[in-house]
């Protein structure tokens, strides 16, 4: 194999590229992205930048055995997140996975799609036309009720105000102590309020579990197939570690599809010929009538849509590892211990990959090759730890666009672009305001 051409940039003494990581992450990847690997520093560490397609498959796919995870996300969202299937590593996550995959069969979806396409109507049905709303606020509202529905069910009926808020505070403090500077375990305000959040949530969900188990049967959920998971020796989950993955289902499941709505309706509000193509294609399809599960695969375009919002606007716009041993990627050699980011959204907005890699076009999604398209573009990750909720998102979203697009167009009652905040997600920064005009 030829050795990849590495880039170095080393920054200033001591602190290396720390400034320019903290004033615009983004911009910095994607000043670099034409390289394929960088090497940085930030503060102490060296970090890599990685955002050629085929390194990015030797990081996350043929080495995925040299790495783990990157230290933000298993050391800072441990206390929530335990040992669920996002920060499990090694032979306890090859179990995990395996333990986890009868809760995303086809046959579940189906299921979840029913509960789904119910919640993205009713939620519809709380906008009111010429009110200005903050539509990435509405999706938040929205895929969280549904993540809540479809993994436990109706249990949560009496607590979802409840869970929806500690999760929302709990999140924040994660969040903040990611990007802070004060040491881990400090009793800052914030810290407090995080892990009072916290211990609420557990209380609420090892009680659902507990009720479960005596219960018994199958209830369509998410945690319907957790309890009932069994390994070839019999064994299942723990209340602890199913509580683990509960958690890390909620946190990963929602704010991610949210995001990606939410820069949906910022794409359709200044794409008219995309708007244009979907009320065709929802007017045909459905006629009228609210979506259903069973609809999708006769929905090409809302799909596009989303698949060309997650290219440009990716809310998982960084994966990051940490090299467990020395290891050589593209022949370049990695100390154990230095982190390697798969730059997922300045890879995907590489000219390398993409003709004119900024415009929003959705025929890179229609027809043709579909495998050709997936060069430069991992906005579900790839090998063993690829989303395990992929199909569920897009499941998700297409139902979700298509309700509420059959209701509403959005103005955008802000100034265009809004700017990329790359926070745990990407998120659209104040939000996406717009004006609901009625269909
Ligand atoms: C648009 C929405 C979503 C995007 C863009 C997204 C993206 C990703 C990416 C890139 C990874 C890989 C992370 C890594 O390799 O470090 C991942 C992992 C994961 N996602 Fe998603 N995700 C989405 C929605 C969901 C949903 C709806 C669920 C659950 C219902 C979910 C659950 C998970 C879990 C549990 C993992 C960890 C998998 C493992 O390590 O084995 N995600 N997601």
Redesign the pocket.
Known sequence: MTTAALRVEPGLPLIGNLLEFRRDRLGFQMRVADSGITRTRIAWRTVYIVTDHELAHEV?VEKDDAFI??PG?SVVAKPLLGE?????EKDF?RR??KL?APA?TPKRMAGYGAVMADRAVAHAAQVRPGAMIDIAERMMAT?LDI?GR??FDADLAGDARAVGDALTEAMEYVLAAVLSAVPLGWPTPRRKRGMAAIAQLDEIVLRIIAERRAAGGDRGD?LSTILAARDDDGTGFTDRHVRD?IM???L???E??A??LAWVWYALATEPAAQARLDAELAEVLGGRPPTYEDLPRLPVTLAI?EEA?RLY???HT???QADRDVAIGGVPIAKGAIVT?S?AAMQRRAAYWDEPLAFRLERFLGGDRKARRVGY?????????????H???V??QLILAAWAQRFHFRLAQPAPVALEPLM?LRPKGGVWVEPIAR
Do not use: D, Y
């Not at 669920?84 to 499990?88: K, N, P, V, Y």
């Not at 991992?378 to 992929?390: H, Q, S, T």
């Open positions: 996350l995870k990157g996300l669920g299937l996002l920060t499990a996550h995990s996975r986890l995303f895929t993540v479809t993994l998410v993955e890390t289902l909620m990963a499941g929602h991610t599809t995001n990606l989303l997650l990716p809310p998982a994966i990051a590892r798969v997922v991992l906005p579900f990750g790839a090998g063993p730890r690829v989303c395990i909720g992929n569920f998102a897009l998700e979203a997600t």
